[in-house]
Structure formats: C-alpha cells, structure tokens
C-alpha cells in the first residue's frame, strides 16, 4: 500500500497525507486521480479515528489540502465522492462549502458491490480567499473555538503532510 502510494505520488497522480491531532495518527487524508491539461482536477478522500471525529480536524485538513492543491500543485478542481448514508463525511464537505453535484450510480466497488456515490465540488475560483480561512470565518461565527481546536494558533494541529 505505501509503496502503491509513493509510486503515485512520485508520478504526480497523487498526493497522500497522514493528520496527526496532539501528537499522535488519527487520519489519512489522499488527494487521488490528479489529471492535468484542460481538466486539472483531482478527488479527495479521507478518513478520520472516531476519537477525535467532531473537533474539526478533518474539516481543517480537507480545507488546508484544498488550498495547496489550488494555490501550489495549482489544481482547478476538486471533488468528493461519498456514499450517500455515510453522514460524517457528508457533513465535512457540508461545512466546508462543497457544492453538490449530484449522484454517481454503482460508481465504487465496495464490500462486495457497486455503491452509489454523491458528488461535492469546489473550483478555485469558489475560494479566492481560501478554504482554510473560509472555514475559520465560518467557524468563529457559529461557535466559540477553544484553544486547543485544530486550526487555532494556540492548539497542536500540525498540516497534512506527505
């Protein structure tokens, strides 16, 4: 698997994260299916330790990935594809500002049979100021962040890397 991932990335079709929160593992992250010429897109998908789900870290991590994607791979657009009752990750691209596109049927084969997926969008030009910086407007707005959140200068919160 991580050799499948390095080679992708080395051949610039992917670019895989891990998300570290207080120190430790709890997510991955892959910005997968990354075509150039006319199209410059990609797909993100992620997943996040229930033990840290609900504390913004993986909204935080998809806004960060986004904006290097945009701003320095200089990708035009980005897309999540997710399972219809999977409502965790529907609420991520949700808070994040993702616009719905509509449905993929039998678009991913998984445990054992074609799923249906939803497909969430965003172009560059949806975020000239940034997604990250967007979410933490959005964010102060609509609940006090505590110190330690994911994304607040005084928290533990380190970038995606690869």
């Known amino acids: 698997m991580v050799r499948h991932l390095r080679t992708e ?5 992917m670019l895989p994260f891990v998300i570290e929160y207080q120190g430790r593992l709890v997510g991955q992250l ?3 299916g990354i075509t150039w010429g006319s199209m ?3 797909h993100v998908g992620y997943w996040v330790d ?6 913004g870290v993986m909204p935080t991590s998809v806004a960060m990935v986004v904006d290097h994607c945009f701003r320095t791979v200089g990708l035009h657009r980005i897309e999540v594809c997710i399972r219809p009752e999977n409502g965790p990750s529907r609420r991520v691209v949700e808070k994040l500002g993702f616009r719905e596109e509509g449905l993929r049927p039998r678009y991913l084969h998984i445990d054992g049979a074609w799923r249906d997926h ?16 967007r979410w933490r407007r959005t964010r102060s707005r ?3 962040t505590p110190q330690n959140a994911p994304g607040n200068a005084g928290g533990n919160h380190r970038e995606p890397r690869n």
Not at 9 to 13: K, V
Not at 50 to 55: D, L
């Open 118 to 133: 939803l497909v969430f969008a965003l172009t560059a030009e949806e975020v000239p100021e940034g997604l990250l910086s």
């Open 50 to 55: 229930e033990s840290v789900a609900g504390r």
């Open 9 to 13: 990335a080395n051949a610039g079709r």
């Open 30 to 32: 892959t910005v997968a």
């Open 40 to 42: 410059c897109s990609g």
């Open 142 to 144: 609509h609940s006090p």
